[in-house]
């Protein structure tokens, strides 16, 4: 008898002499069983939860019809308010009584008081001779006595002002080159000399000078505030003191010493 030979299926023909034991013959041969395994498990989970939402919705709006209390406004009465309690008025003020009083001068002080002489009696003029002073002495009835010997003069001394010669370090108008500090150093650039000391040694820097600005405007007291070395410092005090007359300082309106200070460069091209 022969025996029929069931249809081959996609999956026979695909894995045909392959190894049916690896898993993947065995995944694809249950694939269908699992979609639908898998579809069928997600239809129960989703009906459940639409209808667990749809319960807790519906017992929500019952609890929330039981809250609502329907509630009269023409019922409720308004609460009795305490009685008010009257404050008196407060008496009228009593009239104020009239005080003597008296003006109170206040005394002022004067530095130098005039005092002011009674003029003498009639009596008193006919027994004495009639004068600028008032001595005593011996009464007489003649008027026409020598007159007192005029007061001597009295010296005035004027006293000297001694001008304070200190110089000031700062001022109400500072002194100034005439043309301003521009002119100063073209003027100092014209006269320095670079020592050869400096260039051999390639020595550049800035020499503080610090002097007096005269009241005339003269340049005295040259001195060096910080030194560089190498002749610059010696070179710098000459070409200072070969500057002109500055524009003075001034100090409430007159010409003072005033003390200056000012670098001098020294730089190799």
């Known amino acids: 008898m022969a025996t029929i030979a069931s249809p081959a299926t996609l999956d026979e023909i695909v894995f045909e002499h392959r190894n049916k034991d ?14 639908n395994r898998a579809m069928w ?28 209390v329907i509630i009269n406004l023409q019922d409720l009465k308004e609460p009795e308010q305490p009685p008010v309690e009257q404050i008196p008025e407060p008496e009228p003020p009593k009239p104020i009584e009239q005080v003597q009083t008296i003006k109170y001068l206040v005394p002022e002080v004067v530095e ?8 003498p009696t009639q009596d008193e003029m006919e027994k004495a001779v009639i004068s600028n002073v008032t001595t005593p002495g011996e ?26 010669n200190t110089p000031f370090l700062h001022v109400e108008v500072q002194p100034s080159f005439v043309g301003g500090s521009g002119e100063m150093y073209k003027f100092l ?21 610090s002097f007096i600005v005269e009241r005339d405007g003269s340049i005295t007291d040259v001195k060096v505030a910080k030194s560089v070395g190498f002749g610059c ?20 309106g007159r010409n003072v010493r005033v003390n200056y200070t000012i670098p001098v460069i020294f730089k190799l091209e």
């Not at 070409?239 to 409430?252: D, E, H, S, T, Y």
């Open 22 to 35: 690896y898993g993947a013959y065995e995944l694809r041969k249950t694939y269908t069983l699992t979609v």
């Open 139 to 164: 009464e007489t009835e003649s008027i026409a006595e020598t007159p007192p010997a005029v007061a001597p003069p009295v010296e005035t001394k004027i006293a000297e002002v001694v001008e304070d």
């Open 189 to 209: 650039g014209k006269t320095l000399k670079y020592p050869s000391a400096a260039q051999r040694s390639g020595v550049e820097g800035k020499v503080f000078l």
């Open 233 to 252: 410092d010696e070179e710098a005090i000459r070409a200072v003191k070969l500057m002109p007359k500055w524009i003075p300082g001034k100090q409430n």
């Open 112 to 119: 130098n008081p005039v005092v002011e002489e009674a003029p």
């Open 41 to 68: 498990i997600g239809i129960t989970l989703f009906s459940g939860l639409f209808v667990t939402s749809y319960i807790f919705a519906r017992q929500k709006d019952k609890v929330k019809d039981q809250k609502e």
